[in-house]
């Protein structure tokens, strides 16, 4: 048996099991919750949930099991590695962890804090998240062991990249830099984050008393010149000057006023230095304002970044996620139906080039598997929360593991599948494989029918297909539409289902397959 928190990268069978490798341990539960916010087995799409006690009773019971070291170590593992869908459960988790009541376990949580929560925003996160579980104790958060943990988190950053943070994210949940600072008794490490303490606790008119006639170090200067460009632009008025300090200085648009943002022109100039990800999200903002036009300059110099393989590789971007954008970007209207535009021909042709050229990004997983498209009821649905029709993201599903993974068989299966009352067989795609003599680790069915019926048990169907191909495999059914049950009452952790779609879905697919959840 793997024990919880080893390193070992070859993952055995039971790398998340404490004892039957195919149970829901309390491990398996606990790497559920980190990675979507839930430890049971339905993963519902696009779904930014509260957390809470009552998602996490694998995280309790582990660290009552005096657990609580290597329930931290899961935590860095699926803050780290891209695993996580989303990074909240983990904040939660590690404000637990951290005042949990054995000594060792809150060590360890305050000593991974900065590995864990590596911007601001984070840092905000788990902070709020140690006050809300503190309420129910009625008794106050801000002992030694934080105040020195938050005092490391920003005694360790590189002075610039502080500088930049803190100008960048002032504030979320509540929480500001100033209130940090101000709780965690900070004493500065050095003479540059000195510096930026003081700017966030007195304001740059006291910063500018005290280092004016000072001889200042190399660093201390750079931070000087680089918090003077923030204050600068602050009260600056004048567009061309906005302009000029954001190209030479690569200023983003957190750092700027509401007034600055309407301009078309500092608009352009922001575009240029802008992370890939954040463009593609404002394509039809920026083509309603009229700051993207067609046959543009600016227009030009976004096609050439959205198709240049060396942004797209940088950005990480995912083919899946340039689909939502592209198709959101062709409907020429945003979801809540007030912004509307005309898509612009280049930056579509752009977007389906891009599409092409993300496959690079996606790293195969190296398993044996079954994409089937249950096509017995119409595709012509849309995704919820989505842009794009049910048959566009089953396209979309099978080409990228085509594309990506050497051994996939895609299905299209209807015939003799409609049982009557209009649900659909799902375990077919299982027993063709079996029929067949195909080994398949994961069988990945998707539906647009809302009603999932199985002649035989799902779990019995997969039962028979590992004993004849000595396979372990899995089954991950995904109803696109549909709003959120589970395949059946089962402990096999080999299942799981999935509500809608999303990049997050192929988050979790992928940790299941290498049995990480």
């Not at 988790?93 to 984070?122: G, I, M, N």
């Not at 100008?167 to 949940?173: D, G, I, L, N, V």
């Not at 890939?276 to 067609?294: A, C, D, N, R």
Request: neutral net charge.
């Amino acid at each position: 048996m793997e024990p919880l928190g080893s390193t070992q990268s070859n993952h055995t069978l039971n790398s998340t099991g404490d004892g039957c490798p195919w149970e829901v341990s309390d491990k398996a539960r606990l790497c559920r919750f980190l990675c979507y916010g839930s430890e049971g087995d339905l993963y519902t799409a696009r779904e930014e949930g509260h957390v809470s006690m009552e998602n996490a009773g694998a995280l309790l019971s582990l660290l009552q099991e005096s657990r609580g070291a290597e329930v931290v170590e899961e935590i860095k593992r699926f803050t780290q590695d891209g695993r996580a869908v989303r990074l909240g459960p983990s904040f939660f988790a590690l404000a637990l962890c951290s005042q949990h009541s054995e000594l060792k376990t809150r060590q360890a949580a305050f000593k991974a804090l900065k590995e864990v929560c590596q911007d601001p925003a984070h840092l905000f996160s788990f902070i709020n998240n140690k006050k809300e579980l503190k309420e129910r104790m009625k008794c106050g958060i801000w002992g030694r062991a934080l105040r020195r943990a938050v005092s490391d988190w920003y005694n360790e950053q590189d002075a610039m990249s502080l500088a930049a943070a803190v100008t960048k994210c002032k504030q979320r949940e509540g929480w500001s830099h100033q209130d940090l600072l101000r709780l965690s008794h900070t004493k500065p490490a050095n003479e540059a984050i000195a510096l930026i303490c003081k700017y966030v606790t007195k304001g740059w008119k006291e910063v500018q008393l005290a280092y004016s006639d000072k001889e200042n170090s190399e660093e201390v200067v750079k931070v000087l010149s680089y918090l003077e460009v923030v204050e600068k632009v602050k009260h600056s008025c004048d567009e061309t000057e906005v302009i000029n300090l954001i190209e030479e200085h690569k200023l983003e648009r957190e750092q700027l006023l509401t007034d600055h943002l309407k301009s078309k022109q500092v608009w352009r100039a922001l575009l240029k230095e802008m992370p890939l990800q954040s463009v593609l999200k404002i394509l039809g903002k920026m083509t309603s304002k009229q700051i993207l036009e067609p046959g543009s300059s600016e227009t030009q110099a976004v096609c050439d970044r959205i198709q240049s393989e060396t942004a797209l590789t940088k950005a990480k971007i995912h083919p899946f996620n340039i689909l939502l954008f592209s198709e959101n970007y062709k409907r020429g209207q945003g979801y809540q139906g007030k912004t509307k535009w005309e898509p612009v021909s280049s930056i579509l042709k752009a977007m389906d080039s891009a599409f092409y050229k993300s496959f690079m990004n996606v790293e195969p997983v190296g398993k044996r598997f079954v994409v089937a498209v249950d096509v017995s009821t119409s595709l012509s649905s849309i995704v919820p929360g989505t842009s794009i029709s049910t048959a566009v993201a089953a396209a979309a599903i099978t080409m990228i593991f085509a594309r990506t993974e050497a051994d996939t068989h895609v299905l299209a299966y209807s015939e003799g599948a409609l049982i009557p009352g209009g649900s659909t067989d799902c375990t077919l795609p299982i027993t063709w494989a079996t029929e067949n003599g195909k080994a398949v680790d994961v069988f990945i069915i998707l539906t647009n029918n809302p009603l999932w019926t199985f002649t035989a048990s799902p779990v019995e169907s997969l039962k028979k297909h590992r004993q004849k191909s000595g396979a372990n495999s899995k089954l991950v059914m995904c109803g696109l539409t549909s709003i959120g049950h589970a395949i059946a009452d089962t402990e096999d952790r080999r299942l799981l289902s999935i509500c809608g779609f999303d990049l997050g879905a192929l988050t979790v697919i992928r940790d299941l397959a290498q049995d990480l959840i």
